[in-house]
């Protein structure tokens, strides 16, 4: 797994607990013939299994994943034949067979199942028709969608069914039977419009009849049938539609000069709708018209239109082909020879464009990435080639353009190179151009964020922190920043302020972070001890009774501090933290000598910090230290107050609070002594002191007593916590990079899994051994079979929860990548393909998936499906991530936007 996702699922060492209730019901994964998987759990109702079933593969075919809704509606058929869903899921399997071209399984399907189709049988009709019409056999979806009109009279695809048939009519070049089925005004195509006269099919059978009449060669009536058309009522594709086909009408009547005229029109309507495909269209058009006109050299500026960047690569050829053929024929063979010659240098590989060396730059220094990450962190990075070849890329589209749109970005890339090469002064310079050359946007966060880091690695705090502060101002509001690394960049920002002394900076984005970013799970061990303690309590309210009848009846008893202490404990316990401030704190005025003082000023401070008031707590604990620091509740004190700075993030004060713990030789040693050293270390990663945290751990696991079945778990949480300091570069060698990093904690990982393995740290461990072997495999590829094997017992587990099983099924998505990119053929597109089905058994389940993991996976499954030119099934994803995860969705909305303007480009 890569290091940044590591660095995100252990940034504060801790994972959440296993969610033992939380099982993976079912999912259909067939590869050949039926094979479930499936998470033990528990045992549901069958019909509650078959909605579940069926809305895992409807939502599959909605999200354009067909090739796997296809195998989950017929496991559904299989599992559940006389289900009253059985037919529907038949018809939607065929639909998703059709969207895959495979045609002759649709029509298989549905003639096969025609029979037990009951009140959906014409809408199997109708798609076997659609099946029949799409794999060119136009004679069967006639008589299809000519059966479906004779059998159902009433059915809602009339319209549609009539279309077809007079479409596939027209595909046999039986020009007047289709021109007869749309005209005929009793006929079922003119009776089903009458009913849907807005219905688009309407429009495009009025102008599928002019085609016909035009084929037919009746130009005027075809022209009449085109003028008929409210001009006004149409949408933009049929206003163009029918200018073009008037065009023609007047081209095929030897009306030239007409249709030139009607040319400029179609022009300019298609200018204005700003649509590239209709125009390169009409400039075809006009320049047809013109060569027609013998005006060869009007024709080649016509054409010269369509020789421009924003015309797509294949049209764009083609004018300059029609272009060269005009040279040629006018004995311009100069100039034919010099275009022929630029079309050569213009076409060979299609890679110098800046979008294109962009993106092979980009290509690399993720490559690069890939295989030198391991060093990132100790600033010594290797110059590999691929890095280099990342970075001579960059340069090159800056020199060939120095002013492109590109440039900014660029340059960004430009910087992270010089980063991971650890040339510090010349990242700077290549992140500072990027914040000055780019617009609002995620880039320039980015830019400003890696600016601020190379200023603080260089030394330069105070430009450092406003560039951190500037971050944070400009983007903490933009969801895809705020998500992605705006935390961070608070961290930095609190770190930087530290150092400078800035108060009153720190305090700020210690506030920020702590609304914005709540870390739950570091006030776990308090919200634990809360639930202990109230489990505990008796029965309160008795208690007070008798205890308030005892003050009245003996107030001058040697037993009344006792009996006032308790009474203020009984609201403790009860959780009403106000009345026992109030009760402990006229216990303190009234019993100052007594020697159970220490236990109620102890009890007030927790009461002060139960009650959310740690402002009161903080200076109560402190002076609880300081009066009586041999008291047996002092450890406690002393460990609150680590944890106090532990979540406040001041990691500095929170290590050395818990060094004082365990290194007290006043304090008897205790469980908790070993927990203070644990998290001494926690706190030592956290501020990113690799080795000093390593070193916490080695000592606590060396002075851990032998067999101690009490300590068990605190031993296994440190062997795990090991493992990740290694990660970090705990013991890092730089001449074994990746050994002395992810061997070693290898090492301390299989330790845990072989001598603890009931322990929930090693199910961790199994997850943390994939993506060691996934970080060496750079070195022995080999070693990606190894991380596919450590992930899968991952997601068999059953202690795994929701967020275990999620992180191991992103990993292994993206293990099977990694293979599939060492193999060829149909091995490749299998292991490809069961990429995208990890991601997308995440995104796509019956349980509610972990956030962060949610994220990450659908823009994975996204990624893969625009890798493939699957338009709609990315935008079908990015929706669905938007619907799940409100604040991506403005970041969603632009990467639909992008899907969808490629889709546009590729259909032309």
Same mark, same amino acid.
């Given at each position: 797994m890569p290091i940044h996702l590591i660095k995100r699922a252990t940034a504060d060492m801790s994972l959440p607990p296993p969610n033992w209730g939380t099982f993976l019901l079912c999912a259909f994964m067939l590869c050949s013939g039926l094979r479930s998987y499936a998470q033990p759990g528990p045992t549901l109702p069958a019909d509650t299994l078959e909605t579940s079933a069926f809305g895992v593969a409807v939502r599959s075919f909605q999200d354009g994943i067909y090739d796997r809704a296809e195998r989950e509606l017929e496991a559904f058929v299989h599992l559940y034949p006389g289900s009253g869903r059985a037919s529907e899921a038949i018809l939607l399997q065929a639909q998703a067979l059709i969207k895959q071209q495979k045609l002759l399984g649709s029509v298989s399907l549905l003639n096969t199942n025609l029979g037990r189709a009951g009140t959906l049988a014409d809408q199997y009709l109708f798609w076997l028709g659609e099946s029949y019409r799409l794999s060119t056999n136009y004679d069967s979806a006639a008589e299809t969608f000519a059966r479906l009109i004779r059998e159902y009279p009433n059915s809602v695809r009339l319209l549609e069914s009539s279309y077809g048939e007079a479409q596939a009519r027209f595909k046999l070049k039986d020009y007047g039977k289709a021109a007869e089925l749309l005209q005929s005004p009793n006929g079922v195509f003119r009776t089903a419009v009458r009913k849907r006269a807005n219905d688009e099919l309407a429009t495009r059978g009025e102008l599928l009849l002019a085609e016909a009449l035009y084929e037919k060669g009746d130009y005027a009536v075809a022209e009449q049938q085109l003028l008929a058309l409210p001009e006004k009522d149409l949408l933009p594709e049929f206003k163009w539609w029918r200018l073009y086909h008037l065009c023609q009408v007047q081209m095929?009547?030897?009306?030239?000069?007409?249709? &030139?005229?009607?040319?400029t029109n179609l022009l300019a309507f298609a200018t204005a709708a700003g649509k590239r495909t209709v125009q390169t269209e009409s400039i075809f058009l006009q320049g047809k018209i013109l060569e027609l006109l013998d005006r060869p050299e009007d024709a080649a500026k016509a054409y010269a239109l369509n020789d421009a960047d924003s015309v797509p690569p294949e049209a764009r050829k083609k004018a300059v082909m029609k272009s060269i053929e005009l040279s040629l024929t006018q004995q311009r063979l100069g100039d034919a020879s010099k275009k022929m010659e630029g079309f050569l240098k213009q076409y060979p590989e299609d890679n110098s464009s800046d979008g294109v060396l962009l993106a092979l730059g980009e290509l690399r220094l993720r490559q690069a990435i890939s295989g030198?990450?391991?060093?990132? $962190?100790?600033?010594?990075?290797?110059? $590999?080639?691929?890095?280099?070849?990342? &970075?001579? $890329? =960059?340069?090159?589209l800056l020199k060939n353009n120095s002013k492109s749109p590109q440039a900014g970005k660029a340059q960004l890339e430009r910087g992270w190179c010089l980063w991971l090469d650890g040339k510090i002064p010349e990242c700077i310079a290549?992140?500072?151009?990027? $914040?000055?050359?780019?617009?609002?946007s995620v880039d320039l966060a980015e830019a400003r964020f890696k600016l601020g880091d190379g200023l603080f690695r260089q030394g330069d705090l105070t430009n450092a922190l406003a560039t951190y502060q500037q971050v944070v101002k400009d983007f903490g509001s933009v969801p895809r920043v705020k998500n992605h690394f705006l935390d961070q960049a608070l961290y930095q920002m609190l770190r930087t302020a530290i150092d400078l002394n800035d108060l009153s900076a720190a305090s700020a984005a210690l506030k920020t972070l702590l609304e914005d970013y709540p870390e739950s799970s570091l006030s776990g061990s308090s919200t634990l001890l809360l639930g202990q303690k109230l489990a505990r309590a008796g029965q309160p309210s008795q208690a007070r009774g008798l205890l308030s009848e005892f003050t009245k009846k003996f107030p001058d008893s040697e037993l009344r501090p006792q009996a006032e202490l308790a009474f203020a404990r009984s609201y403790f316990q009860e959780g009403q933290w106000q009345p026992a401030i109030e009760r402990y704190s006229d216990w303190v005025s009234q019993f100052t000598n007594s020697a159970l003082r220490p236990q109620a000023e102890a009890d007030r401070a927790w009461a002060y910090f139960r009650s959310g008031d740690e402002t009161n707590a903080l200076p109560l604990f402190t002076n609880f230290l300081a009066r009586f620091p041999t008291n047996e509740l002092a450890p406690q004190a002393k460990y609150w107050l680590g944890d106090y700075y532990f979540r406040h993030g001041d990691f500095v004060s929170a290590e050395r609070q818990y060094q004082d713990f =365990?290194?007290?030789?006043n304090w008897p040693v205790t469980p908790l002594t070993y927990q203070a050293r644990m998290m001494a270390a926690r706190a030592a990663f956290a501020r990113e002191a690799y080795r000093d945290a390593g070193k916490y751990l080695q000592e606590l696991i060396n002075i851990l007593p032998p067999d101690s079945k009490g300590l068990i778990e605190i031993e296994a949480e440190a062997s795990f916590r090991l493992g990740d300091a290694f990660t970090q570069g705990f013991l890092y060698d730089p001449v074994k990079p990746l050994d002395s990093r992810f061997g070693e904690a290898l090492n301390a990982f299989s330790h845990v899994k072989d001598k603890f393995p009931a322990s929930r740290w090693a199910l961790l461990a199994w997850g943390r051994i994939g993506d060691c072997h996934f970080q060496l495999a750079v070195q022995d590829p080999a070693r990606y079979e190894q991380a596919r094997a450590a992930y899968e017992i991952v997601l068999k587990s059953p202690l795994a929860d929701v967020t275990v099983r999620n992180r191991a099924e992103y990993a292994l998505g993206m293990v099977l990548e990694k293979l599939a990119q060492s193999r060829e053929g149909p091995e490749a597109t299998s292991l490809y393909k069961s990429a995208f089905e990890r991601y997308y058994n995440i995104v796509n389940s019956v349980e509610a998936a972990d956030p962060f993991w949610l994220k990450e996976a659908g823009l994975a499954a996204a990624r893969m499906k625009e890798e493939q030119k699957e338009w709609e099934s990315a935008i079908n994803i990015y929706n669905r991530l938007s619907t799940l995860l409100p604040p991506l969705r403005p970041a969603m909305e632009k990467k639909m936007d992008k899907a969808r303007e490629q889709m546009r480009v590729e259909k032309g």
């Open positions: 095929a009547s030897r009306r030239l000069e007409e249709a &030139l005229k009607q040319s030198a990450e391991s060093n990132i $962190t100790n600033n010594l990075v290797s110059s $590999t080639n691929l890095l280099q070849q990342a &970075l001579a $890329t =960059f340069d090159q290549a992140f500072k151009v990027a $914040t000055e050359q780019l617009s609002f =365990f290194q007290n030789p």
